[in-house]
């Protein structure tokens, strides 16, 4: 067993959850999106960002792209929150859908992330 694939498996996975758990639910009741699990997604997929900068290969040149979108996308997803609540006081339902939009765009870098580096360990050899 290869420690630096368990943890990069774990971070990549914990990432994509995480997501998932953010952008699950109504997008126009922001309501049923959790503030906090937006946080928490935007720093494990950070971290997973980071674990992707050492790999010189092609696969991880991949994966470090997908990484980066997502990390731009859940950054602009609390960016539009945070200015709509704070700066324009002014939250209604497009605000909403484009923050859970965002995040679903991220979502979707995540589970091509998480795809590749599956099939990378799969044809792996011992």
Not at 15 to 41: C, K, R, V
Not at 53 to 65: E, H, I, R, S
Not at 118 to 125: C, F, G, L, N
Request: proline share 1%.
């Amino acid at each position: 067993m290869n420690i630096n694939k368990v943890i990069s498996g774990f971070f990549f996975i914990l990432a994509m959850t995480l997501n998932f758990g953010f952008f699950y639910g109504d997008p126009t009741a922001i309501d049923q999106h959790s503030a906090w699990e937006l946080f928490f997604a935007i720093i494990v997929n950070l971290i997973a960002t980071t674990m992707k900068l050492g790999d010189k290969t092609q696969l991880g040149a991949v994966l470090l792209a997908t990484s980066l979108v997502a990390d731009l996308q859940l950054i602009l997803s609390s960016v539009v929150w945070a200015v709509a609540l704070y700066g324009l006081k002014d939250f209604n339902v497009t605000t909403s859908v484009t923050i859970v939009s965002l995040s679903g765009g991220a979502l979707l870098a995540n589970i091509v992330s998480v795809i590749l580096f599956m099939a990378d360990t799969i044809k792996s050899k011992r």
